[in-house]
Each structure stands twice: as C-alpha cells, then as structure tokens.
C-alpha cells in the first residue's frame, strides 16, 4: 500500500541555519503531496503542497518540490527562526481522492534555537 | 468562523469506561475524518466519512465507532476504553473534490488508567 518515509527526529538547529527535512513515498498513480506543521499543544495546519511531478510548494519561507524520478518531496528552509520550532508531517492524498484521505509519515520534530 | 471544533480537550478514564468526542466544523465540508497521534507513527486513521450519511474503516478502527450526525457534526466513540488507546485525538474536515488540504481541530488528549 501507499506508504509516506520522513527523516528520524529530532533535527536541532540554530537560528538562520539551512533547513532540509528528508520525505520519500510509495504511491501507485500520482498522488498529491503535502507538508503540514504542527505547533506545539495545537493541531496540523497546511504547510505547502504538490499536486503534479514538478510542482513547487512554497508557503512563509518554506519550499517543497515534487520529485517523481526520486519519489520525494523534501522540506527546505534557507533560514530558520525560533518561532519555526514545530514538527513537520509529510503527507500524500492518491487518487480517486475525492474523499481527500491522507496518508501521513511519522513527523519530524525540528528545535531551533537562539 | 471556528473551523474545527473538538471538545472536550482533555480526558482521562478508567478501563472500561466509555466516552465520547465530539467533533464540530463550520465550513460546509462534505468528508470528516478522527485519527489518532502516538509518538513516533505519525497520525493514523481512525474512521473517516465521506459524506453524510457514510462512514468507513481508516487504518485503526478497532475498539471505536463513529456517527456522522449531520453535515456538521462527527463523533469518535470508545465503548470500552482500554489503556492501548491513550493518545491524542484530531478530527478533521475536507473539501471533497481534488487535492484540498484537511483542515484541523486542536485535538483531544485522552489518558486511559
């Protein structure tokens, strides 16, 4: 079955570093392809999002692009701050998706400090 | 708007007990999902409908039933709760017709003794 792999947490980075979080997927046909983020004590939020190979995601500073030949969608931020300490689900919707279920990974806790 | 509304935000229970959550959204979305969140696996699927009137087996269905009540209105019942189910409990909301995005409650946090 369909199936999202994210990097191993926790990722631990100062302030204004480059921020790369590593997502792969099994998918038959072409899914969609999410990043949502999680604040502490709140629930997921749309990050970004993909829905054909190639497509870049980009939301508040954040970028995200549709790998097909590597099967990946990798979360990239060139600068991070304190207040993008989260943790960050990649997440894949496969057609017929009219019913929109997700498939997410296992989330990735990123620490940024001052 | 409140979006998606879950309640209550805290519970705790003994084994066996039986309880409610109660999931609201104010968005006219046609397909409303539960999951649940344990540390380390990501959210899984619970149960989710479609539209009004349908429900369906997600990923981790045992030991929960659901009810679509209206368009609006979709609650995640625990008949017997057991102490595997602690954990944290989102429901969601979508718009159906492509590749929207979920829209999120801010989760209810349910410890089973």
């Known amino acids: 079955g369909d199936s999202v792999t994210q990097m191993e947490g926790p990722v631990t980075l100062s302030e204004e570093a480059f921020l790369t979080i590593n997502c792969t997927y099994t998918?038959?046909?072409?899914?969609?392809l999410f990043w949502y983020v999680q604040y502490p004590g709140e629930g997921l939020q749309l990050l970004l999002k993909?829905?054909?190979?190639?497509d870049k995601g980009s939301n508040k500073g954040f970028e995200a692009t549709y790998r097909k030949e590597t099967t990946s969608f990798h979360l990239e931020k060139g600068s991070v701050q304190v207040s993008d300490s989260a943790v960050y689900f990649c997440?894949?919707?496969?057609?017929?998706?009219?019913?929109?279920?997700?498939?997410f990974g296992q989330g990735t806790t990123l620490q940024v400090k001052p | 708007n409140a979006g998606v509304t879950q309640t209550p935000k805290f519970q705790v229970l003994k084994t066996g007990q039986s309880m409610t959550l109660q999931c609201a959204q104010d968005?006219?979305?046609?397909?409303m999902y539960w999951y649940r969140q344990d540390p380390g696996m990501g959210l899984r699927l619970i149960y989710y409908?479609?539209?009004?009137?349908?429900?369906d087996k997600g990923e981790v269905p045992n030991g929960y039933n659901v009810s679509r009540l209206n368009k609006r209105e979709f609650s995640l019942r625990l008949e017997s709760a057991a102490p595997s189910q602690t954990s944290v409990y989102f429901c969601?909301?979508?718009?159906?017709?492509?590749?929207?995005?979920?829209?999120f409650g801010p989760g209810t946090r349910l410890t089973v003794l």
């Open positions: 997440a894949l919707s496969s057609p017929p998706s009219n019913t929109g279920k997700l498939i």
């Open positions: 998918a038959t046909g072409y899914p969609s």
């Open positions: 993909a829905t054909k190979a190639d």
């Open positions: 968005m006219n979305h046609n397909s």
């Open positions: 409908s479609a539209s009004e009137g349908t429900t």
């Open positions: 969601a909301s979508h718009l159906a017709g492509g590749p929207n995005e979920q829209f």
